[in-house]
């Protein structure tokens, strides 16, 4: 990404002009009448965000034409000052001078900061004020919550989940939970906890904690894992789940409606794990294929993958009271299915490092730990626990992708928020190709079997093959007189059922 030669500032210099705009990684000055004061700012935003190059000496306005006459000594040294003396912390800035059509720029590379020195801002202005990002082509301010991240970050610790619940009191815990709690930690720990008391080992795992007043009372991470009702305390602290007609939000589909589906997930974390896989199921199909003599259902999404997904944001999400206000939302379209949280990845966890040995790092440290040991009856019935705490969830999340032939999950982590996609399974060519005509038309019929009637793109859908295929299965089936044809045969409304 960095520009060291000539022919690195001809490519970057190429693709702004097609662009006809700086990019995210470059930032053109064209330093005609001295250095330009923003520098500091565009220093700051590279440093915050994945680093980015500055150019000096180049005209955006005029086609990223070539300013000429720079002083390039002068320039070089006001940017090193810059780097040195007008950020905090100071950034080594790899400063250089190129060629560009037979004239000088003065370019300086900006690598991305460490995670334990961010923010890095300009001076004069403050933390607060002076932090900057970069987004699209240009440096913008920080917020104050993405500051509040980056310093979290700094600290490995954010322990916002181990603060007591000033209007809580131990009876807002569930009994059950709290005595299959206590009894999986005594059967478990290899250490003490067999011999202290209930409230002795409540306050050690910070389920609950000795406020200002020497009252125990819940902790923010006892209660999201083991209260009775959360929401009292902290109503958007759930999971939103939406089902949407069409794959763009806001939309309407042909009925009017802006949501096919909505609901809120409330209570502990076991129970809106629970709630929010059974609305993914309930609104996803679960096609019918044949093979063989066995009938086989396949969902568009494997429900393992969600159960997994859904319960790292409960668990990793920001709980800082600035996250308060923002729920879990959990957005299932026609063509894909999004899991989002506050709060990104924490610490020096990247999104390459998802899945890697030491690729984990809890920002919630005390809820992590409860919920290793409160007892969970899963959507299907199977008991556990509702996490592992492990660095299992994202590999279980990709190998239920790949035993169930589909890509690889779609990661986007910033500073507020962590999203997680899953693209709607199809059917491979190979799989596709294991299934005789007898086996397709069985599963086809056996899902008119169930409807009263049915349109090519909804048995597409169900079957999980193409359009083409589809419809190629339903022509011979109204050939023969299986299936009887509803509406014209050009019809985008056409639909059919059985003979």
Same mark, same amino acid.
């Given at each position: 990404?960095? @520009?060291? !030669?000539?022919?690195?500032?001809?490519?970057? @210099?190429?693709?702004?002009?097609?662009?006809?705009?700086?990019?995210?990684?470059?930032?053109?000055?064209?330093?005609?009448?001295?250095?330009?004061?923003?520098?500091?700012?565009? @220093?700051?935003?590279?440093?915050?965000?994945?680093?980015? !190059?500055? #150019? &000096?000496?180049?005209?955006?306005?005029?086609?990223?034409?070539?300013?000429?006459?720079?002083? !390039?000594?002068?320039?070089? $040294?006001?940017?090193?000052?810059?780097?040195?003396?007008?950020?905090?912390?100071?950034?080594?800035?790899?400063?250089?001078?190129?060629?560009?059509?037979?004239?000088?720029?003065?370019?300086?590379?900006?690598?991305?900061?460490?995670?334990?020195?961010?923010?890095?801002?300009?001076?004069?202005? *403050?933390?607060?004020?002076?932090?900057?990002?970069?987004?699209?082509?240009?440096?913008?301010?920080?917020?104050?919550?993405?500051?509040?991240?980056?310093?979290?970050?700094?600290?490995?610790?954010?322990?916002?989940?181990?603060?007591?619940?000033?209007?809580?009191?131990?009876?807002?815990?569930?009994?059950?939970?709290?005595?299959?709690?206590?009894?999986?930690?005594? $059967? !478990?720990?290899?250490?003490?906890?067999?011999?202290?008391?209930?409230?002795?080992?409540?306050?050690?795992?910070?389920?609950?904690?000795?406020?200002?007043?020497?009252?125990?009372?819940?902790?923010?991470?006892? #209660? &999201?894992?083991?209260?009775?009702?959360?929401?009292?305390?902290?109503?958007?602290?759930?999971?939103?789940?939406?089902?949407?007609?069409?794959?763009?939000?806001?939309?309407?589909?042909?009925?009017?409606?802006?949501?096919?589906?909505?609901?809120?997930?409330?209570?502990?974390?076991?129970?809106?794990?629970?709630?929010?896989?059974? =609305?993914?199921?309930?609104?996803?199909?679960?096609?019918?294929?044949?093979?063989?003599?066995?009938?086989?259902?396949?969902?568009?999404?494997?429900?393992?993958?969600?159960?997994?997904?859904?319960?790292? =944001?409960?668990?990793?999400?920001?709980?800082?009271?600035?996250?308060?206000?923002?729920?879990?939302?959990?957005?299932?379209?026609?063509?894909?299915?999004?899991?989002?949280?506050?709060? *990104?990845?924490?610490?020096?966890?990247?999104?390459?490092? &998802?899945?890697?040995?030491?690729?984990?790092?809890?920002?919630?440290?005390?809820?992590?730990?409860?919920?290793?040991?409160?007892?969970?009856?899963?959507?299907?019935?199977?008991?556990?626990?509702?996490?592992?705490?492990?660095?299992?969830?994202?590999?279980?999340?990709?190998?239920?992708?790949?035993?169930?032939?589909?890509?690889?999950?779609?990661?986007?982590?910033?500073?507020?928020?962590?999203? @997680?996609?899953? +693209?709607?399974?199809?059917?491979?060519?190979?799989?596709?190709?294991?299934?005789?005509?007898?086996?397709?038309?069985?599963?086809?019929?056996?899902?008119?079997?169930?409807?009263?009637? $049915?349109?090519?793109?909804?048995?597409?859908?169900?079957?999980? #093959?193409?359009?083409?295929?589809?419809?190629?299965?339903?022509?011979?089936?109204?050939?023969?007189?299986?299936?009887?044809?509803?509406?014209?045969?050009?019809?985008?409304?056409? +639909?059919?059922?059985?003979?």
């Amino acid at each position: 990404m960095f @520009i060291t !030669t000539d022919r690195d500032l001809a490519s970057a @210099i190429d693709r702004m002009r097609a662009a006809g705009t700086d990019l995210a990684e470059y930032e053109v000055k064209s330093a005609a009448g001295g250095f330009p004061k923003s520098v500091p700012n565009t @220093i700051s935003a590279f440093a915050n965000t994945h680093g980015g !190059t500055v #150019m &000096l000496g180049v005209f955006e306005k005029n086609g990223f034409k070539p300013a000429g006459d720079i002083d !390039t000594k002068t320039l070089q $040294a006001k940017l090193a000052q810059a780097a040195r003396e007008l950020v905090e912390p100071p950034q080594a800035v790899d400063i250089l001078v190129l060629m560009l059509d037979g004239r000088p720029v003065v370019v300086g590379n900006v690598a991305e900061a460490p995670v334990r020195e961010k923010p890095c801002y300009v001076k004069k202005r *403050g933390q607060r004020d002076g932090s900057y990002v970069r987004t699209g082509d240009g440096d913008h301010k920080m917020s104050l919550y993405e500051i509040d991240r980056f310093i979290e970050n700094q600290h490995r610790s954010a322990r916002n989940d181990a603060v007591t619940i000033p209007d809580a009191t131990v009876g807002d815990l569930d009994p059950v939970l709290l005595e299959g709690w206590l009894s999986h930690v005594r $059967a !478990t720990t290899l250490d003490r906890s067999g011999a202290v008391s209930d409230e002795e080992l409540m306050a050690n795992r910070r389920v609950v904690a000795v406020d200002a007043a020497g009252v125990a009372r819940p902790t923010l991470a006892g #209660m &999201l894992a083991l209260g009775k009702y959360p929401q009292k305390f902290f109503p958007r602290l759930d999971v939103v789940f939406t089902s949407y007609p069409t794959p763009r939000k806001g939309e309407v589909d042909g009925a009017g409606r802006r949501f096919a589906d909505a609901a809120n997930a409330d209570g502990p974390i076991p129970t809106m794990v629970v709630e929010t896989v059974r =609305a993914v199921s309930r609104n996803m199909r679960h096609g019918a294929i044949v093979k063989g003599a066995l009938r086989e259902d396949v969902p568009d999404y494997p429900l393992p993958a969600v159960r997994e997904a859904v319960a790292n =944001a409960l668990m990793h999400r920001d709980y800082s009271p600035d996250g308060h206000g923002t729920p879990v939302m959990v957005d299932l379209y026609p063509d894909r299915l999004e899991v989002s949280n506050p709060g *990104g990845l924490f610490g020096s966890l990247t999104v390459e490092s &998802l899945g890697t040995k030491g690729g984990t790092a809890s920002r919630n440290q005390y809820l992590a730990r409860i919920l290793e040991d409160v007892p969970y009856v899963d959507y299907d019935g199977s008991v556990g626990r509702v996490v592992e705490n492990r660095g299992s969830g994202y590999p279980t999340i990709k190998m239920s992708l790949e035993k169930a032939l589909m890509g690889k999950p779609i990661v986007r982590s910033t500073l507020d928020e962590f999203d @997680i996609l899953f +693209r709607h399974r199809r059917m491979t060519e190979e799989e596709g190709r294991s299934y005789s005509r007898a086996n397709v038309e069985e599963a086809i019929l056996s899902y008119f079997a169930e409807h009263e009637s $049915a349109s090519s793109s909804e048995v597409t859908k169900a079957v999980g #093959m193409t359009m083409k295929t589809v419809r190629r299965y339903l022509s011979r089936l109204v050939e023969d007189g299986t299936l009887e044809p509803i509406g014209t045969k050009n019809s985008p409304k056409r +639909r059919y059922r059985l003979g």
